[in-house]
């Protein structure tokens, strides 16, 4: 777990240094990274489009807040229905909403809390890939994955 914080505190750094360019190109990598696990979810095309425009969306030079707001309500309605007991494949589906949500507050208000919040759910999901292949790992077993040290290096040196 402490690898995690460390991690954490690293990346608060890495995102408050960062350009805004840097920091959109990885809200972008970590939506597109994520996407799939919403459209293999999901069973409305409709709903995937609109995830993938909302993406798109946040990607140009000039965006409008009332834009931006349009999208933000729309997308909060693909969240999957939180349970207490989520299947794997809604966790990684509402991670993929989530972090679209994120990038479109980040660029409504341009917080980077949002970027921040961005990684640590690609985190998330890359810790759950770990836990669903090997079920009786520990968070430090999982946090020293190499799959899990591998992502945690890759945001950071998009950052740099």
């Not at 460390?6 to 995102?15: A, K, P, Q, Y």
């Not at 309500?73 to 679209?100: F, G, H, I, K, Q």
């Not at 810790?127 to 992502?151: R, T, Y």
Request: hydrophobic residues 40%; aromatic residues 8%; proline residues 2%.
């Amino acid at each position: 777990m402490q690898v995690y914080l460390n991690f954490i505190d690293e990346l608060v750094e890495l995102v408050n240094t960062a350009s805004a360019e840097k920091k959109k190109n990885v809200a972008n990598d970590i939506c597109n990274k994520l996407f799939p696990y919403y459209q293999n979810y999901s069973t409305n095309n409709t709903d995937v489009e609109l995830l993938k425009e909302a993406i798109d969306y946040c990607n140009l030079s000039n965006v409008e807040t009332a834009k931006l707001d349009d999208y933000l309500s729309r997308v909060v309605d693909l969240m999957p229905e939180s349970t207490e007991m989520m299947t794997w494949e809604e966790s990684y589906a509402s991670n993929a909403v989530e972090v679209v949500i994120e990038f479109l507050q980040y660029r409504k208000d341009n917080s980077n809390q949002h970027i921040v919040d961005i990684c640590s759910l690609m985190i998330d999901n890359i810790d759950f890939q770990i836990a669903e292949k090997n079920e009786d790992i520990s968070d430090d077993e999982i946090f020293a994955h190499p799959e899990m040290l591998g992502e945690m290096k890759r945001i950071k040196d998009m950052l740099k």
